[in-house]
């Protein structure tokens, strides 16, 4: 198994700037979840999805953040306007099923924004 | 929101040493997972702890889920230089499906 596949692994972009994180889940997981980490806040669930849906974006911390599921294959984060307070690692989780079951991550996205 | 708290923020110690690392929270939890996390890379489960009083082993980790099922505990035995991580001890929100993390215990095991 490939495991989780997230691209880029690395971005570094200017403020202001449009910024798009990409997500591949393990093939036949139906759950997609999507956190980000900082030394400051530690590990935090943005949204998460179930066969497609978002379930709970309550953890997105403004709009400037969105999140789609366009199949089962894959995922965005989106971020824009891209402020400096957003520069994190952005992971990318998914699941067979749900409450209990095991998150599978993928190696993540160091965000800077200069 | 309920936290997780986690102790000691950061350990280092020798090759060999025994070393135990906490994860508290004032609610009950229906179950509370530990992973590791290694520089570069996403977390990866340890393990599971569901019942209050449960002992797991994997090799020289051994972890505990408080009776009251508030707390849990990993330990070490004869640490080694590849147990160096961040730990992580994590529940699942009361239902729904996403994880809360505690922030961690960073360990460096020095030879």
């Known amino acids: 198994d490939a495991g989780v596949i997230q691209s880029p692994r690395h971005e570094v972009t200017e403020m202001g700037q449009e910024v798009t994180l990409r997500c591949k889940p393990i093939s036949g997981h139906d759950y997609l979840f999507w956190y980000r980490q900082t030394m400051m806040r530690g590990l935090e669930l943005l949204i998460y999805f179930n066969n497609n849906v978002p379930i709970d974006d309550s953890g997105m911390p403004e709009d400037r953040f969105s999140a789609k599921m366009p199949n089962a294959s894959f995922s965005t984060l989106k971020i824009q306007p891209s402020e400096p307070r957003d520069s994190a690692v952005y992971f990318c989780?998914?699941?067979?099923?749900?409450?209990?079951?095991?998150?599978?991550f993928g190696p993540g996205t160091r965000l800077t924004v200069l | 929101t309920q936290l997780l708290e986690q102790s000691p923020q950061f350990l280092s110690i020798q090759e060999g040493e025994n070393l135990t690392v906490y994860c508290n929270s004032s609610s009950v939890f229906s179950s509370l997972q530990w992973y590791r996390q290694e520089p570069g890379e996403g977390p990866v489960l340890l393990v599971t702890v569901v019942t209050g009083g449960e002992v797991k082993k994997l090799k020289r980790l051994t972890f505990q889920f408080g009776d009251a099922r508030k707390d849990s505990s990993l330990h070490i035995t004869a640490a080694q230089p590849g147990d160096t991580g961040l730990y992580l001890c994590?529940?699942?929100?009361?239902?729904?499906?996403?994880?809360?993390f505690g922030k961690g215990t960073h360990l460096i095991i020095q030879p």
């Open positions: 994590a529940r699942h929100g009361g239902g729904a499906d996403g994880l809360t």
């Open positions: 989780a998914s699941s067979f099923s749900g409450s209990g079951d095991t998150q599978y």
